[in-house]
Structures are given as C-alpha cells and as structure tokens.
C-alpha cells in the first residue's frame, strides 16, 4: 500500500497563506470524495481539521480549507498564526475499505 | 464528552503477542465503525485496521494482514488488536480512532496512544 504523496515541509509567515498537496490515484483521492486532513502538534494525538475534501468539524477555524482536483487534494491555511505550527496528514478511502495516509508536512511559521 | 483510552503496550520480544484496548465512553460505541493507526517513533501516520459497528466486516492494511486481528467487544464498549508474530517494525505508538460514520468516514475522535516496543 504506497502512502499518498505531501510534501516534507513547507513554510510561511505568520498573516500568509500556505497550501499543501496530496498526490493519490483513482483508486483513491481521485476516485472518492473521502479525503480528510489532520493536524499533529508535538506529542499529541492527530486532530481532524478537514473532511470529505472541504468539510470543517465544528470548532475549526474557517481558515482551514480544503479542495481537490484529479487525483490532488489540497488543504490551504490562510492568516498563518504560530499555534498552526504542526505536521499535517492527508487520509483517503481506498478501494475494498481501506485507508490510507500521505506522509505528513511538517509546517513552520518563519 | 468522546474519549477513547487505550491500554495494553509495553516491550515485547519479536515473534511474541500482545494485545491492545481501547476503551470508549461518550458516545453509543455500538453504532459506529472503529480503527486503529499507528506511528513508528519519527515518522507519519499508518492506518491498521477498520471494524464495522457490529465487528462483523474486518478490513486491514497490507503490512498487517494476517498478524493482527482487530475485534470489538460492544457490551464492554471496547475495541481490541490482537497482535501476533509481532516485528521489530511494528514498533509504533497505536491509536484507536472512531469513524464518523460507519468504515468510510473520516476519524473524527482519537485516544492519546500507547506505545508497543518490539524488541529482543
């Protein structure tokens, strides 16, 4: 089961905007609606921030949000703020019921 | 409130078994899909294994199928992960996460982790 594609790392100052990709394949970004995205800080449990590609849970900032095109998902923070500072993971639905995990972006506010 | 504790890891030899629990409270644990996750020291999430709320459709990841097994227990209100022929690659802190649906929705509670080590 190969992981989707994020990039390692990305950066911004604080008030900027970042976006971070998610490369799958039909079988899974491409061929569902099921993408979610969740935030990791230092130590702690993954927290849902996304879902179904542009969903907010309640309590989520609105400056998270997510979108995708083909088989590339994407999940843009707008008005970084330092508490944002966190690894980042896609997730899909895979085909026979499966999930899968990108391998996580690491985000620093410069 | 959700919450999810898991207990059950520690050091364990290769080869050897352990088992994991998860003990859910909050919500009605017999109407919903449970996973587990994985994170070796350093590195990302890796999704395990997903039951159905009445643990009667079991689906797992590559690395794991046919060692693990995950069931759930919805009278104790308790997910399980049975692990066997346990390898110094499984090392990894193991979360249990409950699905917002039932096997395809996002996860949207997880427990704080417990940490198996394999090693001789």
């Known amino acids: 089961q190969s992981a989707l594609t994020q990039p390692a790392s990305v950066s911004g100052s604080p008030g900027q905007s970042v976006t971070i990709s998610c490369t799958g394949t039909s079988s899974d970004v491409g061929g569902y609606n099921f993408v979610s995205w969740y935030q990791q800080r230092p130590g702690k449990a993954p927290k849902l921030i996304v879902y179904?590609?542009?969903n907010r849970p309640s309590g989520v900032s609105d400056r998270f949000s997510g979108s995708k095109s083909g088989n590339t998902a994407s999940l843009t923070i707008s008005g970084l703020q330092a508490e944002d500072e966190a690894d980042y993971y896609c997730?899909?639905?895979?085909?026979?019921?499966?999930?899968?995990f990108g391998g996580g972006t690491k985000l620093t506010v410069l | 409130q959700v919450q999810l504790v898991e207990s059950g890891g520690g050091v364990v030899q290769p080869g050897r078994s352990l088992r994991l629990s998860c003990a859910a409270s909050g919500f009605t644990f017999r109407t919903y899909g449970m996973h587990w996750v994985r994170q070796a020291p350093g590195k990302g999430l890796e999704w395990v294994a997903v039951?159905?709320?009445?643990?009667?459709?079991?689906y797992y990841g590559d690395s794991v199928k046919g060692r693990f097994t995950i069931s759930r227990d919805n009278s104790k209100n308790t997910l399980y992960l049975q692990m066997d022929s346990l390898r110094p690659e499984d090392t990894a802190v193991y979360y249990c996460?409950?699905?917002?649906?039932?096997?395809?929705?996002?996860?949207?509670?997880w427990g704080q982790g417990t940490l198996v080590t394999v090693s001789s």
């Open positions: 997730s899909s639905y895979r085909t026979t019921n499966t999930r899968v």
């Open positions: 039951i159905s709320y009445d643990g009667r459709d079991k």
């Open positions: 996460a409950k699905d917002a649906v039932a096997v395809t929705g996002e996860l949207d509670y």
């Open positions: 179904d590609v542009s």
